[in-house]
Every structure is written in C-alpha cells, then in structure tokens.
C-alpha cells in the first residue's frame, strides 16, 4: 500500500514536471539544431582583459557567422554580478552560454540552471566542475612548468625570483601549480610571490614592481601568470634602468607583448595560446552539444606555443600554431 506521503510527493513531482514543460524556454537547446537562429550569451566576470576581450570578439565573430544572435557582458570584476546576469540570460530563454574566464566554481547555481534548462553551458580557462558542457583551453599546469623551467635554466637554478599571480580563477591556479613543480626542485632559488589585486591588476604590479626595485634587492628573473601583467611588470624594470639585469618570462600570448618580444626587450618569453581559436572553439562546442554530441571529457585541451625572439610572428600576425615550437630544442 502507498503511503499518502509517498502519493502527494508523486503527485506534487508529476505537477512540477509538468509546470516546468510550460514554463521551460521555446528555445531550449534540445529542441533545435546548431543550423538554426540561435540565440547565445558571450561573458565574463574580467572582459576587459586584453586575453578575454579577444576570446570574447572571437566567440561572438564565429557565432555572428552561424547566423546567431548574441549578446556580450563584462562583469567588471564582480563575480556575483556575472552570475546574475548569466541567470537573467536563462530566463530569458537563450540557447546557450559562453563563459569566458570566469571561475566556474564560483558559478555552480548558473550550471545547474543552464542543466535544468537544458541549454549548453561552455567555457573557456574556467576550470573543469560538474555540470559544464566542456571547458576549451590549455593544459595549464604544463604552461607553468614551460615558462618556470625556461625561466630557471636561464639562471642556472640560483638567485631571486618575483612571482606575480592572481590564484582566483582555475587556469592561473595551474600555472601556479606549474611554477612551484619547478621551483621547489633548485633549492638555492628564493621566492618572493606577489598576489595581484583585481580589476586594477596592471597598475597593482607597476606599483608593488616599482616597489620590489626600490628596496635594493638583487631580483634576477620574474614569472608572471599571464602577459598583461607582464607588459606593467616590463614597464617597471625599464623606468628603475634595470632592462639588463632583470628578465620576464609569461603566459597568454597577447599581442603587446609579441611587441616586447620581438623589440629584443625585457620580455624572454610568452607561452601562448591561441586565444582567437579558443573563442571560435567555444562556438563550435555549443554547436555540437545543440546537435546532441555527447563529449568523451569535459575539458578541450589546446596546443600553445613558445614564443621568444626566434619564433615571435612579424607585426600584426599570430603564430601558426599547428606548426609552431613548444620547446626550446625544437627550434633551429
């Protein structure tokens, strides 16, 4: 015998399946196809990073192209104010979401939302969580340990390294994870990690770089978690007259900092991705995920590059990145 307790929850579930099939949006992903007029949502709680700005461009190009329509949003920063956002495109009806750099952990009611809305939610360096569609990027732990191990072989395991990272969003977490696999094998290399206050970042490490120069202190090499900060951390060195005595080795791939790269300045390296192919990648995943393919892993790693002044791509070109080096022995 059923108990009433037991019939009222059927009863009250069969009820708010049933409400949930009226109230759920017309556009829901599984009733369409990647051919069709969707609608997509492009965000992210930093856009104005120059790295993210790019993505961003690039995924709301590449669905533009599809015949979508999309609408973008910056943050600023504020992460509760991107998941609010995220939520009103929800239940707006959108048919997809692209989220572009924001810490999908922090984002768990948005994923769970986009589930029980059936629509995709993609991401890019956001980090792998339960309940995404996929997250497209690089293996960023093996960046960090590129960029550490070049860093430190140009300085024989020895002397005093800067590390400047913000350890908030997932794949800067990695780098970091990187940088210490390294590091903590060369026990004559003291580090001094600096944590980056953000929105502000470029000002905040001119500004504790500036510092850091003034104190006296010998400062061989600097490993930042990715190039914008880079360039503030280069910017510093040159106005302290320390260009010869200093070198900045990064992440990202950006374009100004191809710029220091390829003036034979303070810059050594960049490992870079391909930051516009990351974007058109996003695009191509929800495109595939509305057309129901089911992912064999959550995460789409992509290949970066090692650029230093061998292999830097002329003025107003990107690297070819099907063919382009990741270690420094494979270049001639």
């Not at 994923?111 to 497209?136: C, K, R, W, Y």
């Not at 908030?168 to 903590?184: N, S, W």
Request: net charge negative; charged share 20%.
């Amino acid at each position: 015998m059923i108990s009433r307790t037991l019939l009222g929850r059927s009863v009250a579930a069969t009820a708010l399946a049933a409400g949930l099939a009226v109230a759920a949006p017309a556009g829901m992903a599984l009733a369409k196809s990647c051919a069709d007029p969707l609608k997509v949502a492009v965000f992210s709680v930093n856009g104005a990073s120059p790295t993210i700005t790019e993505m961003m461009e690039s995924a709301t190009a590449a669905a533009k192209a599809k015949g979508w329509e999309v609408e973008t949003y910056d943050g600023n920063g504020d992460q509760v104010a991107t998941n609010n956002q995220a939520n009103t495109y929800i239940q707006r009806g959108f048919d997809a979401l692209i989220n572009v750099a924001s810490d999908n952990n922090q984002m768990g009611g948005v994923i769970e939302n986009a589930q029980e809305a059936g629509i995709p939610f993609v991401s890019t360096f956001s980090g792998l969580v339960p309940g995404i569609t996929a997250d497209i990027g690089s293996n960023n732990v093996a960046d960090g340990v590129i960029a550490a191990s070049e860093m430190v072989a140009r300085i024989d395991g020895r002397g005093k390294v800067v590390k400047f990272n913000w350890n908030v969003l997932p794949a800067l977490q990695d780098r970091d994870r990187g940088f210490h696999a390294v590091v903590e094998g060369y026990p004559d290399l003291e580090v001094e990690e600096v944590e980056v206050k953000v929105p502000g970042q470029v000002d905040d490490v001119y500004a504790k770089m500036t510092n850091l120069l003034q104190s006296g202190e010998k400062i061989d090499a600097v490993w930042t978690g990715w190039d914008e900060i880079a360039v503030a951390a280069v910017r510093a060195i040159e106005q302290a007259n320390k260009q010869d005595e200093i070198f900045v080795v990064s992440m990202d791939g950006a374009a100004p900092a191809y710029d220091l790269i390829r003036d034979g300045n303070t810059l050594a390296l960049t490992v870079a991705y391909d930051v516009g192919g990351m974007g058109s990648t996003a695009v191509d995943t929800v495109c595939r995920a509305v057309d129901g393919e089911k992912f064999p892993a959550r995460v789409l790693y992509k290949k970066p590059c090692l650029i230093l002044d061998q292999t830097v791509p002329s003025t107003g070109h990107k690297p070819d990145f099907k063919t382009c080096p990741l270690f420094s022995a494979e270049i001639q």
